[in-house]
């Protein structure tokens, strides 16, 4: 099974178009990286392959699923980073991850096990908005997997990484169908097997 299918898939702000027509089919366990420099749309298209906001034209389907008609249960095999990380900064780090198990449905005893992952199990009651912009990062990326997700979608996920920080990323997405977005070609490289440039379609698409 595909797990993503976009047809005529279209993004507007107002009477902009900001995304496609964009035709986009990606097997389940591949991977790829959006690439683009601001304004090309990367951000947009990945809040619409996590179904985090809804197409304004065209048809997307996840792992089969309808994209607008069958969110919620999409969001159960989607992990999400977004561009902003969303972390409640008074709760610690393993609040913030208990918080989103119980929302999630997913064990509490999840967390810590992720915090190790990632290596944020010695500032676990650390509060989030105490920690470095690569620890507020890592915190995001476990976040993302908390409930096994089948597809990633990550949005600029090395942003404030160190070396130690990427080549953990990398063990994390292993064998898991991903969507990332990045300016960095060599790690689209290193992560994606393909690749879309948002930038190089929109001068072909409306020149």
Do not use: W
Not at 158 to 184: F, I, M, N, P, Q
Request: charge should be neutral; include cysteine; aromatic fraction near 4%.
């Amino acid at each position: 099974m595909k797990a993503i299918e976009a047809a005529g898939l279209r993004q507007r702000f107002g009477t902009r178009t900001v995304l496609g027509p964009l035709d986009l089919s990606l097997e389940s366990g591949d991977s790829l990286a959006v690439l683009g420099e601001n304004g090309s749309g990367k951000t947009t298209l990945l809040r619409l392959l996590a179904t985090a906001a809804r197409p304004a034209g065209g048809e997307l389907r996840l792992f089969g699923l309808d994209a607008t008609r069958e969110r919620t249960e999409l969001r159960r095999r989607i992990g999400y980073l977004g561009d902003v990380a969303g972390h409640y900064p008074a709760l610690s780090a393993l609040e913030n991850l208990e918080f989103f198990c119980d929302l999630q449905g997913v064990e509490r005893a999840r967390a810590p096990r992720l915090l190790e992952q990632v290596g944020l199990a010695a500032v676990a009651r650390r509060r989030a908005g105490q920690l470095s912009r690569g620890m507020a990062q890592r915190l995001g990326l476990a976040r993302a997997l908390l409930h096994a997700p089948e597809l990633l979608v990550l949005d600029e996920p090395d942003a404030g990484l160190d070396e130690e920080g990427r080549g953990l990323l990398e063990k994390l997405v292993e064998g898991r169908s991903l969507v990332l977005a990045t300016h960095d070609r060599q790690l689209a490289g290193q992560l994606c097997r393909h690749t879309l440039d948002l930038s190089q379609r929109a001068l072909e698409a409306y020149q």
